[in-house]
């Protein structure tokens, strides 16, 4: 399972399922790492940090509803509320899970729903709120000057 790291429900989510008995061993693997882009060359990596997805044994690939689902089954005590979720009466609850999580996740995320991610030159600084950076810059040597001329 691809999870997105800097997300604290999905680190939330992740723990949980490790704590759960296991059918099918859940492998997690942080989205878009380097060890998913070894492990998984063919996949869309930057959709991996906006959806939930899951990599079958086989090279299936499940997202959405349906890794939830996929993850649901792999876990003893909820094989049975899988098997409902995929039916066509189950599959709305579902993808309406799936929904509120992405919602609560945008909700929560800093800068207006936007999930930053390391290196992509914001910084929170409690005092004064975000700053960016873009990366590669330490100083004012890539701030765009303002309309007229000069500096800021």
């Known amino acids: 399972m691809l999870y997105d790291a800097d997300c604290p429900l999905c680190t939330y989510v992740r723990d949980w399922l490790t704590e759960r008995p296991q059918l099918v061993p859940l492998d997690f693997v942080p989205a878009g790492s ?4 070894a492990r998984f060359p063919g996949l869309d990596h ?3 940090l906006s959806e939930i997805t899951v990599v ?3 090279g299936q690939v499940y997202r959405g509803a349906a890794a939830w689902i996929v993850t649901l089954w792999a876990l003893r005590d909820h094989r049975r509320l899988a098997h409902r979720l995929s039916t066509p009466s189950g599959m ?3 993808k309406a ?7 609560w996740r945008g ?3 800093p800068r207006g729903g936007r999930v930053h991610r390391s290196g992509d030159g914001w910084t929170y600084d409690p005092r004064d709120g975000w700053h960016h950076t873009p990366p ?3 100083s004012d040597a890539c701030a765009a000057p303002w309309p007229g001329g000069g500096g800021r």
Do not use: E, H
């Not at 899970?97 to 919602?103: D, H, I, M, R």
């Open 46 to 48: 930057g959709s991996t």
């Open 136 to 138: 590669g810059c330490g």
């Open 34 to 37: 380097p060890t998913a882009q």
């Open 92 to 94: 709305p609850f579902a």
């Open 56 to 58: 079958g044994d086989g």
């Open 97 to 103: 899970a799936v929904l509120a999580a992405a919602k």
């Open 107 to 109: 909700a929560t995320a």
